[in-house]
């Protein structure tokens, strides 16, 4: 690497907006998230697959295929 030109790349502390704090390291020493791993709801399992107006089903019967059981 070149010397002098890259940023100083050290210790970083990212802080969600629910509280969690993260220590890393980055070329930001500061950061502040909206959503991270302890409460996005993928994560948690909050998540929830929809099947919207039954999508899946109107896919099937559309395409002449039947659902697998």
Known sequence: MKKDIHPPYGD???????GNVIKTRSTVKEMHINTCSQCHPFFTGQAT???????????????GRKAKA
Do not use: L, W
């Open 12 to 18: 970083a502390t990212i802080i969600c907006a629910c």
């Open 49 to 63: 697959f929809i099947d919207t107006e039954g999508r899946v089903e109107h896919f099937m019967k559309r395409y």
